[in-house]
């Protein structure tokens, strides 16, 4: 039978040898926290990183998108604005030469055209025609009287016009008018004409 002092050393062997398996255990928890606390915190870590990397590949590829963009239009722009001045020289040009036209053969019959267009136009039955010189010539009487009878009304020839080639044809004193010439004629088709008159200089 044991004495108390070997009961009392029994038992003191006993809270220790528990005491430490306690601290093994909590080591060991407490390491398992540790590692499981690391763990979230590098997946985390990772998962920032990713995002980051993500958004700044999207954040690149957007502003690559954009300066494509932007070059592509001001290349577009500069080609419409070369196009314009083009075509605004082409037409500059044939304006210069509407004044030759007076000179063909057949202007008799354009200047009967170009007041018999602006006489439709109108839709009246009485009205002054205002011509340039050349069409004033052109337009003989028995061309009017023609165009008159056609149209069945009374068409006489006014002043003439301080520039253009053609005819202004003013009607009820002058509170209507309509012009028809070659210059405003000319104004009027540039607009659908531009398109086409391009094609033909570029060759397409």
Known sequence: MNSEAENIV???RAILIEAR???EQMQVEAKEKADAIHKRAQDQAESERKALLDRAREDADRLRSQATATAQLKARSSQLEHREKVLDNVFTEVKKQLDAVKKRPEYDAIAALLLREALT???VNKAEIRADESTQKSLKKSALDEIAKELK???TIG?????GTGVIVDASGGKIHY???L???LSRLQSTLRASVYKVLMGE
């Open 121 to 123: 136009q109108l839709r």
């Open 153 to 155: 009304g009374e068409f």
């Open 179 to 181: 012009d028809n010439t």
């Open 10 to 12: 029994e038992l003191e």
């Open 159 to 163: 002043g003439g016009l301080d520039e």
């Open 183 to 185: 210059e405003t004629r």
């Open 21 to 23: 398996e306690e601290a």
